[in-house]
């Protein structure tokens, strides 16, 4: 009699895993190619090509490019006593400011894009994917021309000068002078960048769960063999999160494993729920004129199309954030590090606080006084120093309307974005169900905030008031 056979329970558990492995791969794929195909099928980027090369501020001064309450200091003090044209003028302000930073944000998309695409690329069998963000990635660099250059042109129009809006000096922090070098040593000089790119390169390698170059991004190792310097970014979200000193390691960090590969679009999906969350509302303002036959103003257009455009780009962020980083290899203990501080940085610096002056923007104001301060003094209302900094103090300094319209805001946001990163298993409780945001929801501790900002402003600008 045979001697009967007794199944392994740890090969019967690995079974299933590759059973549900394989499932999910078919999944991702067919996702993946209905995206592309709908992507590559769409007109959108090119509608937007369109009202970008056409556009003319006059042929828009008039009207509204969005619903009113998506304007610069809407409900505060100031906003209740302008006059139409200046509403008009806070509202198409708004709307230049918030697309000057998608502009920035996707600016980081076009360079990690490439940097995680060629992590798949160099991994295999991520062919349709790797082609849908190459496509995302030529449809942003659209979007951001159409973005700067409505920006650029409604400046110029509203200001009468094309110098505003550049950066102007901190008057808060101002740079001490160095003393002078001395010259009469000979010190050997050294290549910094390229010594930090190494330096980043062989960290990333040994410390990721890529294992070398097993899935190093193929779009680095083309840089590399050509000689040049890692790419950064020191603007758009991930600018304004990783400290510019950490750029090139942030770059290396991408593009050297599949799982933090995949953690760059859990930023990305962050990027685009921040964007929805105001963009919705251009949105549902364009169909409500559109089915009113009222005239569209083009900036309005541009959102319409850009939000439909960037629903592929959505579905994209989503599917590998949320799945397909589950498909490779788990995570290091420093991969999961750096993706909860990168994850943790972005609600300390984006997230955590609540802007009186600017809807749907969640930190407190203490970035934005100088910039507003400048469009009080500007012609739009021409405010002596005084007056402009008693209406500064209303609108970030006091209770008001603006401040619960953007609560609305923001428990719309904080729900959406719970619900998004739940499936991230890897993120630390304060991340995934992001309570530095939560903390940030109340008005009044973002009034303390703000006073405190503002009196340090105030204080800094009284020579100008001499």
Not at 359 to 374: E, H, I, S, V
Request: glycine share 6%; with cysteine; hydrophobic share 35%.
């Amino acid at each position: 009699m045979s001697p009967t056979t007794v199944a392994d329970p740890n090969t019967k558990v690995a079974d299933q895993r590759a059973t549900g492995m394989a499932k999910m791969n078919v999944r991702h794929e067919t996702l993946t190619a209905t995206t592309y195909k709908n992507n590559i099928a769409s007109n959108y980027t090119e509608i937007i090509e369109r009202y970008d090369q056409q556009f003319d501020y006059e042929s828009n001064r008039n009207l509204l490019w969005g619903p009113e309450e998506l304007s610069l200091f809407y409900g505060t003090p100031l906003y209740h006593e302008s006059s139409q044209a200046q509403k008009l003028a806070l509202n198409h302000l708004y709307w230049i400011t918030q697309y000057n930073q998608t502009a920035a944000t996707e600016a980081n998309a076009i360079l990690y894009n490439q940097v995680t695409e060629g992590v798949f690329d160099t991994v295999g069998g991520y062919g349709i994917l790797c082609q849908e963000l190459s496509l995302e990635t030529e449809q942003e660099h659209h979007h951001i021309h159409a973005f700067h250059r409505v920006g650029h042109k409604s400046r110029q129009a509203i200001f009468g000068e094309t110098s505003f809006g550049r950066p102007k000096p901190n008057l808060l922090h101002k740079k001490r002078r160095q003393p002078p070098l001395n010259n009469s040593l000979s010190l050997p000089r050294f290549d910094w960048a390229d010594i930090q790119d190494q330096a980043s390169r062989a960290l990333s390698r040994r410390l990721c769960s890529g294992h070398g170059m097993a899935s190093y991004s193929s779009y680095l190792q083309a840089l590399q063999a050509k000689g040049q310097k890692l790419p950064t970014q020191s603007s758009g979200l991930l600018g304004q999160v990783v400290p510019s000193q950490f750029s090139r390691l942030l770059t290396i960090n991408f593009g050297s494993s599949p799982f933090s590969a995949c953690f760059f679009y859990a930023t990305r999906y962050l990027a685009n729920m921040l964007l929805k969350n105001y963009e919705h509302r251009y949105l549902t303002y364009f169909k409500q004129r559109q089915q009113a036959d009222l005239e569209i103003a083009a900036p309005t257009a541009i959102s319409y199309y850009h939000m439909l455009d960037e629903s592929f780009h959505t579905t994209t962020s989503q599917l590998i954030s949320q799945d397909l980083y589950k498909e490779f290899n788990q995570p290091t203990l420093y991969e999961q590090l750096m993706a909860n501080f990168m994850f943790y940085r972005g609600q300390e610096v984006l997230l955590s606080g609540l802007s009186g002056v600017l809807p749907a923007t969640f930190r407190n104001d203490g970035t934005f006084l100088q910039p507003l301060y400048q469009i009080l003094r500007s012609p739009i209302f021409g405010l002596d120093h005084q007056e402009a900094l008693q209406r500064l103090a209303e609108g970030v300094c006091q209770e008001h309307d603006g401040y619960h319209m953007n609560l609305k805001h923001h428990h719309r946001m904080m729900t959406t974005a719970r619900q998004s990163f739940q499936p991230m298993h890897y993120l630390w409780d304060v991340n995934r169900n992001l309570k530095l945001m939560e903390r940030g929801g109340s008005i009044e501790r973002n009034l303390r905030n703000n006073r405190r900002a503002f009196e340090t402003f105030r204080d800094a600008m009284q020579p100008l008031a001499a």
